[in-house]
């Protein structure tokens, strides 16, 4: 089975603070993704990245930087919370490029700033 | 520009009863259409997928049939159970100029089954 595991489940961060989230898969998978999900806003995706090195910017990037050095690992950057990025972050990943392609997420990580 | 309409909930039905989460989408070219759910306390997992118009995605009961003619992805179970209360996803995927594809979600419909 796909296993995405993220760093934590829950975190208390407060305004200012640089914050880290980081996303594992285990079945070298090309892609991965980086979303927040709000209620009633459902999943907008920040940004994603196709290969080590290379990142993407999604819908709402803004306040927000990722890494990726190495295929396994995909992290989101919050380089100064604000209460604003208080929200669940999901990490997905997956393979590339046919029409089956789907997406495995993660348990997510339930932020909150202060 | 590509989007995702899909009903709003919170839907209570008793057990047993006909699902229906209706779905809309809006894209350019012939998108994959996907419905993904989400348990309480988990991540988003893949429920069921059509590829092409006329496609039925099936699984663990439920269903969609793909209409390229009403640009719809209704999702349906016959006859619920407590087990499926759950947020459920109508997304979307469309080949992008990267490798990596972006899929589009709908806001969410949360479904919750009276015993």
């Known amino acids: 089975d796909v296993k995405v595991t993220q760093s934590s489940r829950y975190l208390v961060k407060r305004t200012g603070e640089k914050v880290f989230l980081e996303c594992v898969q285990d079945m070298d998978h090309e892609n991965m993704f980086w979303y927040r999900q709000d209620p009633g806003l459902g999943l907008r995706l920040i940004y994603f990245s196709y290969d080590v090195k290379m990142k993407e910017k999604g819908d709402i990037p803004e306040g927000y930087s990722v890494s990726r050095e190495k295929k396994e690992r995909f992290s989101l950057i919050l380089e100064s919370a604000s209460t604003n990025q208080t929200s669940m972050y999901l990490c997905?990943?997956?393979?590339?490029?046919?029409?089956?392609?789907?997406?495995?997420f993660g348990p997510g990580t339930r932020l909150l700033v202060l | 520009g590509n989007s995702v309409t899909q009903m709003e909930g919170p839907v209570t039905l008793s057990e047993e009863a006909f699902l229906t989460i209706n779905c809309t989408y809006t894209?350019?070219?012939?998108?994959?259409l996907f419905w993904y759910v989400q348990y309480p306390g988990e991540g988003l997992q893949l429920l069921l997928k059509?590829?092409?118009?006329?496609d039925k995605g099936s699984n663990k009961g439920f269903e969609a049939t793909y209409r390229k003619e009403t640009t719809s992805f209704h999702l349906e179970k016959g006859s619920v159970q407590v087990s499926d209360s759950a947020v459920y996803f109508c997304?979307?995927?469309?080949?992008?100029?990267?490798?990596?594809?972006?899929?589009?979600f709908g806001s969410g419909t949360r479904l919750s089954i009276r015993p």
């Open positions: 894209a350019t070219g012939y998108p994959s």
């Open positions: 997304a979307l995927r469309l080949w992008g100029y990267s490798s990596a594809s972006k899929i589009i």
């Open positions: 059509a590829t092409k118009a006329d």
């Open positions: 997905a990943s997956s393979f590339t490029g046919t029409a089956q392609e789907t997406q495995y």
